[in-house]
């Protein structure tokens, strides 16, 4: 500033107070002038290298590249502010604050307030409930709900296919109610609204238009992100007769909402008709699903083949100990005491004892996910749990909230069996229509939004797997929905000993969706 004045003064006596200041700062005046031109120099090439640099260094990373690029043009405007306001607006940052090129494009998109939400969605991410990229608040809606309703089909469904346990069982509600969600999305009038209502969507106020399907969508990308530790697959294919017609709209909207790939089937196949969808079946199940449809299952009329496949694989976020696993004695449905490996174990987890079962959850790693083990009361029955559980009126009301509820951290000494359940290929046609699925099995079903030739669901088969042990859980399962075409038609503590029949729960906390449900009673069909 000095060396300016001495430059631009207009007459002797202001050089003179000016040279005199100078010679009394301390600092011999030629040092002075050679350390301004020194820092001018250093000044001007630092500018114009971030004025004229042509390329970002290729080793930065794409998002590193957006924030320097930020940074030069938050700096060049800076520069250019000609007004003091303006000058004050963009020096509010204290003199320690850097910049940070994800602020710059908050304050670009509407200041602070977005900065923080973005904070706030990271945050959930990071905890593992995980909300897919371009979800609106609409749709997160969507998808608790179909998790709901989920929630109380899985009751429905147990009991309708069991409504006698006699031996071990496993289902998964999720990959049931996944496929036929599927066949909805073609269907027309009545076989639609029965479709709807036995899903449990009517009740959970998604049945209109779109709204099943992109809830359906978030959620299954919701439960698919769920954390590093849990490894969960969920796929679909339709296997389709090279002669029949799909509807563009059906197909677009299955690839691009249920992530759906399309394959055909033929006869000319010389392990059968059969085999690409079985072979399709074991490797999207990690090899755990043999065999889905036996052979002749697929006759002439078959026109097309929905399928869906599920694995799950969980390690426990409070593990067993392999070294206190031994035989203990389990009193079987039917056969008697029986000594069966038996887990044990002594930790915090939510327990509650009421609706006469003890109820125990085992939380999967990440806390998201857990197992329930419903232990009924010894004069209590697996029967009566499963009546329990699928004696729900309307959406709202779901009755494993009302069994899961007031559930407390209590210290728990835990002996829990360690099983390994493979169901059998169920038909669930009979089932399905005891839920209220009638027209679709029948020659009236209207499933024109899947193709113009007549279609109607021939059968619907199921297949479950589970295994147990110290580590954790694997489960898988497999759906398919063969549509054929008409020939004219507080901190306490207990001890809880599972030596007795019991129903076991794998569910997603968050949006209550019911991944797999079954009954260990100590025996096999």
Not at 273 to 292: F, Q, R
Not at 453 to 458: G, M, R
Request: glycine residues 6%; contains cysteine; aromatic residues 6%.
């Amino acid at each position: 500033l000095q060396l300016f004045n001495l430059k631009t003064g207009t007459n002797e006596s202001e050089k003179q107070t000016i040279t005199s200041n100078m010679a009394t700062c301390g600092i011999p005046t030629v040092t002075c002038v050679l350390l301004l031109l020194f820092m001018a120099v250093l000044y001007g090439t630092a500018h114009a290298n971030a004025d004229n640099s042509p390329t970002i260094n290729q080793d930065i990373s794409e998002g590193d590249g957006e924030m320097m690029d930020a940074r030069f043009r938050r700096s060049a405007r800076q520069k250019d502010a000609q007004s003091d306001k303006a000058s004050r607006k963009g020096n509010k940052r204290g003199p320690q604050e850097k910049i940070d090129g994800n602020k710059v494009s908050a304050k670009r998109n509407g200041g602070k307030k977005k900065e923080k939400g973005k904070k706030k969605q990271a945050g959930k991410k990071s905890s593992g409930n995980a909300i897919p990229p371009g979800v609106n608040r609409k749709t997160l809606a969507f998808a608790e709900r179909v998790g709901s309703a989920n929630s109380q089909f899985a009751s429905k469904v147990m009991k309708a296919i069991y409504p006698k346990i006699q031996y071990n069982t496993i289902i998964s509600p999720l990959s049931i109610h996944t496929a036929m969600s599927m066949v909805l999305l073609g269907a027309r009038k009545t076989t639609e609204r029965e479709l709807s209502l036995a899903l449990g969507l009517r009740q959970a106020k998604v049945e209109k238009g779109q709204q099943v399907h992109k809830g359906y969508q978030t959620l299954l990308a919701m439960l698919t992100s769920v954390n590093p530790n849990v490894n969960l697959n969920i796929a679909n294919a339709v296997f389709v007769k090279p002669n029949i017609p799909v509807e563009a709209a059906y197909r677009n909207s299955l690839i691009s909402l249920y992530n759906a790939t399309f394959e055909s089937f033929n006869f000319s196949n010389a392990a059968g008709p059969e085999a690409p969808i079985n072979d399709w079946v074991y490797n999207a199940t990690s090899k755990k699903i043999k065999d889905l449809l036996s052979p002749g299952t697929i006759n002439s009329l078959t026109s097309m083949v929905l399928v869906n496949a599920l694995f799950f694989n969980a390690s426990w976020d409070r593990p067993f100990s392999e070294g206190t696993t031994s035989m203990k004695p389990f009193n079987t449905l039917s056969q008697g005491v029986k000594d069966v490996e038996t887990m044990e174990t002594t930790n915090l987890f939510s327990y509650v004892n009421n609706s006469g079962a003890e109820v125990i959850e085992l939380p999967f790693r990440g806390d998201r996910m857990a197992m329930y083990i419903i232990l009924p009361s010894r004069s209590s029955s697996v029967d009566q749990i499963v009546e329990e559980l699928s004696n729900t009126q309307k959406y709202g009301q779901d009755a494993a909230d009302r069994i899961f509820r007031n559930m407390e951290p209590t210290s728990i000494h835990l002996e829990l069996p360690k099983y390994k359940i493979e169901s059998d290929s169920l038909k669930l046609k009979s089932s399905l229509q005891s839920l209220g699925i009638k027209e679709a099995f029948s020659d009236k079903a209207d499933l024109s939004g899947i193709s113009s030739v007549d279609l109607s669901i021939d059968d619907v088969i199921h297949k479950a797997f589970i295994d147990v042990n110290e580590r954790g859980t694997e489960a898988s399962a497999a759906t398919a929905a063969l549509l054929t075409r008409r020939s004219r038609p507080t901190v306490k503590s207990t001890d809880v000993k599972v030596d007795r029949p019991f129903v076991f729960a794998i569910r997603d906390k968050p949006t209550k969706a019911v991944l797999f449900v079954g009954a260990f009673v100590g025996q096999t069909s």
